[in-house]
């Protein structure tokens, strides 16, 4: 993976807040960071260093220095409160934390805790030239956390074979190039930013211009100059930009709307593109958005064609290298068009296992090795239309995947809170908002205003319920269990 830096390319690699690095400079940077890490060692051998830095060139070096210097990479949620922090961290097992002095201040009781030492991403470099270890394909390279329909978050492991094989579908299947240029906004402790943007474009020798966060003004204002060929959203920053455009004056808008349409791809995913967002986006740039369907564990796996139609509502065919099949609820394979049934993807891209989770991992894949998403399809005129989740329990909210027990299991904490249902409603911008049903304790009071005070520091902003309702009792089935689907309807 990171032999594909390639330093004598010539080229800028990343752009930030107006300064450019080059393939030489982030080679170079990430060797010495790499040297600091080994502090004479030969090899980390796979030691978890976990990071917590913004989407910017140091984020870039790190991740790079850990693998070449034979670590597993931990990038951080910045945007976590600490209980999820220590989560990761305690889980993954990680040794040491790289961050900036700035946000130093505020992890280190929390490394304290967790017995891992904190060091600043700024004294960490070493001149020394020291010879990097000669690393097997196999060796595991990343750790990625994503919500399931269990309690708390699991580890993702990737090998160095799993990210090259997830980058180099895209690179073939969307023609990537060194010529690319792509603005980079998406947080960088999910595989849409990590692979599908800085992994690709670091791949194809191509510029990436780095956002520590989604700054509309900002991206806004290169895409009207011109800056991008691609750009790779989930559908919520699509809605966002169509509504800020409605907001400006007609002259403004038409600059931004002819940058979009003079780009050589627009890509959805993450979450599920509304027809009537693919038909707006068109109509307003002129650009048919590629939507395609991934997961943290299986890479990309289905694409709309680069080349050929895109069809609105619909995910596309498997990408190369990738093997899909839908299975109905028998566990018979579906033969042919019309019948829906559970994702299963197979091949190089798919992750090796949950971290520390043997049962986890023997759970999620066929005997035969098949990775089963819980994600339902149906094959609809040669195309994949995505159908929703086997489980109500996972929520997706503006792109990012939620597990309604963890949130849960938080909120039940709160001492007025007897009883909850966390579901996902319906929503616009957002795909799905998070919502809650909440019985309070006998003769307790609560307000929504003082509920969201409370979540802050115990859960990350976007897992924050947008909705809640206070109700008598939950509605349960003849076994006792509340009945979440039925609660949909009511918000
Ligand atoms: C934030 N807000 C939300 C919210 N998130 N409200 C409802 N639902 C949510 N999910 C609220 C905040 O509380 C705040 O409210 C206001 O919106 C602005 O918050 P923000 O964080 O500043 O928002 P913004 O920066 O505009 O973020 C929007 C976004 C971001 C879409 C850019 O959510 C994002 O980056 N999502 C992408 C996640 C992602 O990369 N997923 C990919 C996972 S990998 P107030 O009241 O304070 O103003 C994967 C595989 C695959 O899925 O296939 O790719
Ligand atoms: P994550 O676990 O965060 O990687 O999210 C992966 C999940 O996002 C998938 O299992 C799907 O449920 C969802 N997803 C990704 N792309 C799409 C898409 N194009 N349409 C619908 N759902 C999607």
Redesign the pocket.
């Known amino acids: 993976m990171f032999a594909q830096i390639r330093p004598d390319n010539g080229r800028t690699a990343l752009i930030e807040d107006g300064r450019t690095v080059s393939y030489g400079e982030l080679d170079a940077a990430s060797r010495r960071f790499a040297a600091g890490l080994l502090g004479g060692k030969a090899d980390l051998e796979e030691e978890r260093i976990a990071f917590f830095l913004p989407g910017s060139a140091d984020y870039v070096t790190v991740m790079h220095g850990v693998w070449r210097a034979g670590g597993i990479a931990v990038p951080l949620n910045t945007g976590s409160a600490i209980p999820e922090l220590e989560h990761y961290l305690s889980t993954a097992r990680v040794t040491r934390l790289v961050a900036r002095a700035d946000d130093c201040a505020n992890l280190a009781e929390l490394c304290a805790q967790c017995g891992t030492e904190l060091l600043d991403v700024a004294k960490l470099g070493s001149e020394e030239a020291v010879s990097l270890p000669d690393l097997p394909e196999t060796r595991r390279a990343m750790i990625l956390f994503?919500s399931g329909t269990t309690n708390k978050p699991k580890g993702v492991v990737s090998t160095h074979a799993n990210i090259r094989a997830q980058i180099t579908a895209l690179i073939e299947a969307w023609e990537w190039s060194e010529e690319d240029a792509i603005p980079l906004f998406l947080p960088l402790h999910?595989?849409h930013g990590i692979i599908n943007v800085l992994g690709c474009g670091l791949w194809a020798g191509a510029a990436v211009h780095l956002f520590g966060k989604f700054d509309m003004e900002r991206i806004v204002r290169g895409v009207a100059a011109g800056d991008y060929s691609l750009f790779m959203a989930v559908p919520t920053v699509y809605v966002k930009i169509l509504q800020y455009l409605e907001g400006l004056e007609s002259e403004s808008a038409e600059k931004i709307c002819s940058g979009f349409g003079a780009m050589r791809l627009n890509v959805s995913?993450?979450?599920?593109?509304p027809v009537p967002l693919f038909e707006q986006w068109r109509k307003r740039t002129g650009q048919v958005l590629l939507?395609?369907?991934?997961?943290?564990e299986i890479g990309m796996a289905i694409s709309n064609p680069y080349r050929g139609e895109r069809r609105a509502g619909h995910?596309g065919q498997p990408l190369p290298g990738v093997e899909v099949r839908l299975v109905d609820e028998d566990g018979s394979v579906v033969d042919g068009e019309g019948q829906p049934g559970e994702i299963h993807v197979r091949g190089p891209a798919v992750f090796l296992e949950y971290w520390d989770n043997p049962q986890a991992t023997a759970e999620s894949f066929t005997d035969d090795g098949w990775f089963c998403?819980?994600?339902m399809a149906v094959l609809d005129g040669g195309y994949y239309r995505?159908m929703g989740?086997s489980s109500i329990d996972i929520i997706?909210s503006g792109g990012?995947?939620l597990s309604a027990l963890e949130i849960e299991g938080v909120l039940l904490n709160h001492p007025a809170i007897a009883e909850i249902a966390v579901v996902g409603a319906e929503d616009e911008m957002w795909g799905e908002a998070v919502a809650a049903f909440i019985v309070l304790q006998g003769g307790a009071q609560l307000s929504f205003e003082e509920l969201k005070a409370w979540c802050d520091g115990r859960l990350s902003s976007y897992k924050v319920p947008k909705r809640v309702q206070f109700v008598e009792a939950l509605p349960r089935n003849a076994m006792g269990k509340v009945t979440k689907p039925d609660l949909r309807p009511l918000l």
């Open positions: 994503t999910h595989i995913g993450s979450a599920a593109c939507e395609r369907y991934g997961m943290t995910v998403t819980g994600d995505i989740r997706k990012y995947k």
